[in-house]
């Protein structure tokens, strides 16, 4: 177990100091975190409108913090390369997130297409159902995405990374509200950088 925890402070400190260097980022993961978080009481509740929520709100909040305001040149604080970075990242680097990007926006424009889901679902009739339908493909596409990447991590890495991994990013939603709840007050105030990250 204490291998395990050590391994999860690990990517988590990675995943922060390299990932995580601008205010706007850090508070719109806050915006993501929060809304991750009422994502899964709505989970038990509305499978569907939880999915819809995570995708809308929560990662397209957390995906603009990553790919339109943290910087990409070289990282003076932690001695690396944006293109280091993204070759040694644990989960979805910005070329893989793209790709799962891709995969979530095609999908309204599929199931529009294709009502029955190539036969896999019952048709929608309305508005309503088109709706319904596509947050549970945004669900099973979420859960593939999250399952996938962990799998792969077994055979790249190995297991206990794999778990690892999944154990992170299910516990990302309360584990970036407590370190970044701050985020908006230090935006507000004019800090761009978290000085933590702030070049030498």
Known sequence: MTTFMQALYVQRWDDHRYYHHSRINQTLHLISASSFIISYILLFI???AAALMAWLVS????QSGHFFFEPKGYD???QATHEHKEDIKVGYNLKRKVVLMVVWAASPVVLFL???LFG???PYSD???FTHQLGMIWLYVGMGGLLFRTFHLFFIKDIQTGIVWLTKIL???FHDVKLYYRAPLYLMRGEL???RHAQH
């Open 46 to 48: 509305d499978p569907a």
């Open 59 to 62: 990662m397209v909040s957390r």
């Open 76 to 78: 003076h604080v932690n």
């Open 114 to 116: 294709q009502p029955t």
């Open 120 to 122: 896999l679902v019952a």
């Open 127 to 129: 508005v309503a159902g």
């Open 171 to 173: 516990t990302d939603p």
């Open 193 to 195: 950088i978290d000085p």
